[in-house]
């Protein structure tokens, strides 16, 4: 148990359709990053929040965006859903940068 | 962040040592390496991670050679649950993000 935790764990949905995924980060770390993994595509970068301010972005998409709130919890918003989002979301938070503690993941299925 | 190159797939027999190489010629003097892996659909675990010593932690040990230029992740009495995908990441130390390639693809075998 990496001590993140990601709901729902599953999430059945229909093409343009939005939805939100949430992260409850360990206890203490300020930093939270998203992470989508499709079987295609790997494990990509989307964005990093740092104490409720946007740090870096990797590739997120414009119809997604995520936030991060005064109690850290994070959340990432995807909308006008494709098939091609279907993936996991990985969840990640940290103290120190590189040594990330993953959540088990959001599977998105959009069909 | 530097360029790790790191073979698709590699065996190991249950109970023996799993020497998993990365290479990162490219690697510069800020960069630590990281290990990480992910057993099938879980999220990523992070395992060691160094710069240029040699580390050791109660899951594996990270070689690491002189020049920096590559690397070597050990898990010195593999089992069946560490099949997974290892990778191996390049970051500079308190910049950047972890950007995860391909990886290796361990299979240990009864």
């Known amino acids: 148990d990496s001590g993140v935790t990601q709901t729902p764990k599953h999430l059945i949905t229909a093409t343009g359709q939005r939805v939100t995924l949430r992260c409850s980060p360990r206890s203490g770390d300020l930093s939270v990053y998203w992470y989508q993994q499709s079987l295609d595509q790997g494990l990509q970068f989307l964005i990093q929040?740092?104490?409720?301010?946007?740090?870096a972005k990797g590739n997120i998409l414009e119809r997604f965006s995520a936030q991060q709130f005064p109690d850290l919890h994070s959340e990432l918003n995807l909308s006008s859903l494709e098939l091609g989002d279907s993936a996991l979301y990985f969840c990640?938070?940290?103290?120190?940068?590189?040594?990330?503690?993953f959540g088990e993941g959001s599977r998105l299925t959009v069909l | 962040d530097a360029k790790t190159t790191q073979p698709p797939s590699m065996d190991c027999a249950e109970g023996r040592a799993a020497n998993l190489p990365c290479n990162h010629s490219t690697i510069s003097g800020n960069e630590y390496v990281y290990w990480y892996r992910q057993i099938h659909s879980q999220g990523p675990q992070y395992i060691i991670h160094g710069l240029k010593n040699n580390e050791t932690n109660e899951m594996a040990s990270l070689i690491i050679t002189e020049d920096r230029k590559s690397s070597t992740l050990i898990l010195p009495h593999a089992t069946l649950r560490d099949t997974a995908v290892y990778y191996c990441i390049a970051l500079a130390g308190s910049q950047g993000n972890l950007i995860f390639g391909k990886g290796t693809k361990l299979s240990v075998k009864p």
């Open positions: 990640a938070s940290s103290v120190l940068a590189g040594e990330l503690f």
């Open positions: 929040y740092y104490n409720g301010e946007e740090r």
